[in-house]
């Protein structure tokens, strides 16, 4: 599986917007979940957001609830990312990553980390303030 990043991270203004696009390639099957993680520094990788490509039921941590939105072209395998209301601890390191197979079960899994299987190189968010 690999991953090219479309739209990448940057550096944004407290209260700006940003959008990332992943493309990933390569899927073995039409089942996959796919999803945003972040790291910010001196933190372990957490989940943003996921989606599931069967039925497109969607996981989104809590903390970034109404401010980052998750979509999926299915038909080019992108994983978007929007972003509002940037704050300065949303600063950190953004990847895509999947995991093909049982997407619905991972979803319903909040999408943790330890089962991802392919991940994105990941693209720097810096918010300053």
């Known amino acids: 599986l690999r991953f090219s990043c479309r739209r990448g991270g940057g550096l944004v203004q407290v209260g700006g917007s940003l959008r990332l696009s992943c493309a990933a390639s390569?899927?073995?099957?039409?089942?996959?979940?796919i999803g945003w993680f972040r790291q910010a520094p001196g933190k372990e990788r957490e989940v943003i957001s996921c989606?599931?490509?069967?039925?497109?039921?969607?996981f989104i941590n809590y903390s970034i609830k109404d401010r980052f939105y998750i979509s999926n072209d299915d038909t080019e395998n992108v994983v978007n990312l929007q972003m509002y209301r940037l704050k300065v601890e949303d600063t950190g390191v953004y990847y895509c990553?999947?995991?093909?197979?049982?997407?619905?079960?991972?979803?319903?899994?909040?999408?943790?980390?330890?089962?991802?299987?392919?991940w994105g190189k990941g693209t720097q968010v810096t918010v300053s303030s």
């Open positions: 989606i599931s490509s069967s039925d497109g039921s969607t």
């Open positions: 390569g899927f073995t099957s039409d089942a996959y979940a």
């Open positions: 990553a999947a995991r093909e197979g049982r997407p619905q079960a991972t979803v319903m899994a909040g999408c943790a980390t330890r089962l991802m299987e392919h």
